[in-house]
């Protein structure tokens, strides 16, 4: 995270968190002086079945978690999103936005592009976006079911949708 440059006064968005071990460490470092933007998928824009299932429990389980410590989430917000529309919040509102291991999920599902220009439109001009996926040795197929990504692929989705590489780790 010290990669990234996170500082305690900013807002910060995580995509899709999941079972909520990042913002274990980020809501309570930008609780005070921050914000901490948990974005997960809308369970209603996923079809029904096992995708809306785990989106759901993904949801509650993330709620759970913020009711349950309040000197810890009490200021963090959860936002939903439709992966085939996203939106983040208002253009412009956020420092940095983070993203662990879902870059091979978007490009399976056709939604990648979409993905890193909301990333782009909600980051105010100078935001940081942060990007950590497994990284293969060279380009994958979109469809590749291993998890991995090239880097250079990662660069092109961010660059095409008006980012500029800064650093890599």
Do not use: C
Not at 67 to 78: K, P
Not at 115 to 142: C, I, N, Q, Y
């Amino acid at each position: 995270l010290s990669f990234f440059g996170i500082e305690p006064n900013e807002t910060v968005i995580e995509i899709t968190p999941g079972n909520g071990w990042y913002s274990e460490i980020l809501a309570p470092l930008l609780h005070d002086k921050g914000q901490y933007v948990a974005a997960v998928v809308d369970p209603m824009a996923v079809p029904e079945g096992r995708g809306r299932d785990y989106q759901q429990r993904s949801r509650d389980g993330l709620d759970t978690k913020f009711a349950g410590d309040a000197a810890a989430f009490g200021r963090s917000r959860v936002v939903a999103y439709d992966p085939k529309a996203p939106v983040f919040g208002p253009a412009n509102s956020a420092d940095v936005v983070l993203t662990f291991r879902n870059v091979h999920n978007w490009r399976g599902g056709g939604q990648a592009e979409g993905m890193f220009k909301a990333f782009h439109e909600v980051l105010k001009p100078g935001g940081t976006l942060g990007v950590v996926e497994h990284r293969a040795a060279a380009d994958v197929p979109a469809d590749d079911k291993s998890g991995y990504v090239g880097q250079d692929q990662v660069i092109a989705l961010a660059t095409a949708a008006g980012f500029e590489l800064a650093e890599s780790s």
